[in-house]
């Protein structure tokens, strides 16, 4: 285990976060937060009307712990049920992807498979190679899913067409601490983190125009610690979050301007991680406080 890693990432949260010299965005009080059976949310991941959020469980925040207590939560209509338990496969689950029944979970060094349609079966175990200890995000084009590695800047592609089969992870393209993943209309977003967390120019958000032939570019040049990425229900734009300053923007994918939105919460978010969105709501885990916070679109979309 990369103690460096880990006590980096847990020095970010204790960092105080000074307020962006852009312009806010305002949002009016139409907030909520979940917050019950939720323990170091790192995760979100909308499913079945309801959303998946993926949990350490353990007493100290380490994303890179081995400990087994990580867990995954369905909630829904204001009620929280333990959907996979803690059960010793998962440490530190972080993004989440669900295809025919089956639920990846990217955790340290692996992503791990359950089937929804019977839980507690034992998982697939996807192993990734030595070294990609901060395995990230996933999310798929077709019958290729591909997995971010922040430690490395590495995405790698797993086939994924046979899920009774599923292929080893293949090493796809580098790219500067690559976390949250996005593909909209075939193109590819990345948001980049800094693993040691030494923010430098290369933490921007980037773009694949083509997946077939993977050549990163950066699509937002203002450095930050970026983690969770999403898109908004018009298809317009990005929600990106950011641990310095701690904040939520927005992105119009035409102008490629960035807004800071001003949530106006009774306590400010610390660590907001992989964000989602999902009717009309936009969901971002804040993980160091424990819970998620809801915010409507409306609010701020023009």
Known sequence: MNRKLGMAFIALVMMATSPSKMNAQSCAQHTNTISE?????????????????????????????????????????????????????????????????????????????????????????????????????????????????????????????????IGAPVEWVKVAGPNGLLIEKEVMYIASYPADGKTTDKNVIYRIADLDRPRPERFITVPGQYDGIALSTNKEALYITNWSPAQISKVDLKSKRMTPLNLSLEQDLVGPADISTANGMLYIPDLPNSRVVIVKEDDFLD
């Open 37 to 165: 059976n939720l323990r170091f949310n790192e995760s979100t991941y909308p499913y079945k009307d309801g959303l998946l959020i993926a949990n350490f469980g353990t007493e100290q925040l380490n994303p890179l712990n081995s400990e087994g207590k990580g867990y995954i939560v369905y909630s829904k209509e204001g009620k929280n049920s333990v959907l996979i338990p803690s059960d010793g496969f998962l440490s530190a689950p972080k993004g989440m992807f669900v295809r025919n029944g089956h639920l990846f979970v990217c955790d340290v060094n692996k992503v791990v498979v359950y089937n929804l349609d019977n839980p507690s079966l034992k998982p697939y175990i996807i192993n990734m190679p030595e070294g990609n200890l901060f395995v990230n995000d996933l999310v798929a084009s077709g019958n290729n899913l591909y997995v971010s590695v922040t430690n490395t800047d590495k995405i790698y592609r797993i086939d994924i067409s046979d899920l009774s089969h």
